[in-house]
DNA sequence: TGTCTATAAATGTATATACATCTATAGACA
DNA sequence: TGTCTATAGATGTATATACATTTATAGACA
């Protein structure tokens, strides 16, 4: 018995469509572990390599995670990859050519925190907060703004690292991997301060991007501030080329 | 003479790094026809498969472009792609199991539309304009409205098309290969309309995403509205497996 | 001159093979 | 009992090979 569908698709197409069906269907739940590699090669008749890149393809779709030597299994579902997508448009730009330049406007230690932050999060007790607020430029424009609050207590030397090359998010995903991340994402009007760091006015719209991580406890809180408009839309004109 | 790197990183790695390097210098400039995977095995010493595997990759990364039996292109910068995945939204939420149903509201043919809808089709001459707009819920709870504005001269048999199934995004990709899209995200406050539509209210925060899709004459404008407050971030929460 | 066709060239897929690397664990050993 | 080690098993990478599919084009032919 294959399990292959018998549509007109590539092998690794197959494959890719035999798993997402298995964890559509509940058969294989959130975290579940797969057949290795080796027993679905058996079991579908297909060799190990095409196997293999249908499920390193269905990890990079977010679909799955995979740990050399242990296993695959299956993953939460995808919402947050799209939303650090979104995150990651500063990078991109500075990866397509344009350039880059941080500019660290606050980088404080907070040591007796208020209530407020505190709830922010999730605490019973005090405890000291890294904060800092960076705004990010593409060839000298203003296009993000990025407000940081880590709980230092747990995070060590946060403030030694580099802030102007590494996002916090892949910081802390390095340096602390077994992190819970919780995204939200809106839309909501400038503040005075936002739109004399952004260049733009009062109320503007902005996107927001907000990140929770935990480790037990909460450890790092990130607000991401981007103006989407006319402005960021320069250059996303497709044109396909000529004959 | 390699051109690779020689730093500690697997060769399909590397490969993926020369090729961006040389987009990035702007020794390869856009729509530029990248040297063929056979050319590439020969200069650069390593096996087709590499160099297949690391093209393949940057394909989908939305660097490249490839066209079977032809060649390998420079693509334009990918904020489209990142901007496409927003749009993908509900779709992906669809792909993970949730219940996924599409409204029509609106569903009408404009012989004599008036002079603003001209204008955004960027047109001299009148001509009949395929309007529609739904409603896409997740769950029953309504997320996105879609708005799209059609040319219909261009675009055959555009109403028959199944609106609750395929995106026009996709269904205008495929009938049309040859088009230039571009496109606008920004945040915008809800009407009444789109307020009651949304089960929001008025004045709340939406993103909207607008794209524009040519082929000469520009034959169609979608404009989507997701709602992107607490509720869109549901599930968004990821927790890794305990061991 | 125009049209059809065979062909070359490029990318796409599939397999077999080999070795590298990482991880958990069973078992030896103090 | 605790610790170290070898090993099995899993994923990761790299290559050689073969064939399929698509496209543009050169050349035959009417």
Redesign the interface.
């Known amino acids: 018995m294959s399990g292959l569908s018998n549509t007109a698709l590539p092998l690794y197409e197959k494959v890719k469509d035999f798993v ?1 069906d298995n ?2 269907n ?1 058969n294989w739940p959130q ?1 579940q572990k797969l057949p290795s590699e080796h027993e679905l090669t058996s079991s579908l008749g297909v060799s190990r390599m095409t196997v293999h890149r249908a499920l390193r ?1 269905l990890t ?1 779709e977010g679909y799955l995670r995979r740990v050399q030597g242990v296993g695959t ?1 299956v993953s ?5 990859s ?2 650090i ?2 995150s ?2 500063i990078s ?2 500075k ?3 344009s350039r880059h330049r941080a500019e660290v406007i606050v980088l404080e230690r907070i040591e007796r925190p208020d209530q407020t932050l505190l709830d922010a999060f999730e605490f019973k007790r005090h405890c000291p907060i890294d904060h800092s607020l960076v705004v990010h430029y593409e060839n000298g424009v203003p296009v993000q703004l990025e407000e940081r609050y880590v709980n230092t207590e747990l995070v060590k030397n946060y403030l030694d690292q580099d802030f102007t090359s590494i996002g916090t998010y892949d910081y802390l995903q390095h340096s602390t991997p ?12 400038a503040t005075e301060r936002h739109a004399r760091l952004l260049h733009i006015r009062e109320r503007d ?3 927001v991007l907000n990140r929770k991580t935990w480790t037990g406890q909460t450890i790092a809180t990130v607000n991401t501030f981007t103006y ?3 402005r ?2 320069l ?7 000529k004959k």
């Open positions: 997402l964890i559509g509940g975290n393809e990079a299994f939460p579902p995808k919402a947050q799209t939303l997508e979104i990651n448009i991109e730009i990866a397509r050519g077994l992190t819970e991340v919780e995204h939200l994402i809106s839309a909501v009007p719209s902005c996107l989407v408009g006319s960021y839309s250059g996303s004109r497709y044109l396909p080329p």
